[in-house]
Nanobody, 126 residues
Framework: EVQLVESGGGLVQAGGSLRLSCAAS????????IGWFRQAPGKEREGVSC????????YYADSVKGRFTISTDNAKNTVYLQMNSLKPEDTAVYYC???????????????????WGQGTQVTVSS
């Protein structure tokens, strides 16, 4: 059974930083693409970033390019999302999602991901 567990959310002031973690179990990690999505109240779920564990290829939404960095620790089956220069508009519940990397052709689209974590709240105060 695939399990994805997020951690690292919290409350931070604008301009601050947070690092989210997504620990995966029940998967062959190198076969997976792991993405981060976020959903703010009243808004649709948005693809933020994605990484392929096998070759490290990445995707970033335009809204976070230059501020967020996705990375993996393959020895720990964990994906990180380092978020710097946070803005109030980054406030949302952040979810990690995963699926076999050859099935993820649209890393920004939640429909390409079959396994999801429970989410972690990120709140950025102005």
């Amino acid at each position: 059974e695939v399990q994805l567990v997020e951690s690292g959310g919290g409350l931070v002031q604008a301009g601050g930083s947070l690092r989210l973690s997504c620990a995966a179990s029940g998967v062959t990690f190198n076969d997976y693409a792991i993405g981060w999505f976020r959903q703010a109240p009243g808004k649709e779920r948005e693809g933020v970033s994605c990484i392929s564990s096998s070759d490290g290829s990445t995707y970033y939404a335009d809204s976070v390019k230059g501020r967020f960095t996705i990375s993996t620790d393959n020895a720990k089956n964990t994906v990180y999302l380092q978020m710097n220069s946070l803005k109030p508009e980054d406030t949302a519940v952040y979810y990690c999602a995963g699926d076999l990397r050859w099935l993820v052709t649209r890393p920004y689209d939640s429909r390409d991901f079959g396994s999801w974590g429970q989410g972690t709240q990120v709140t950025v105060s102005s």
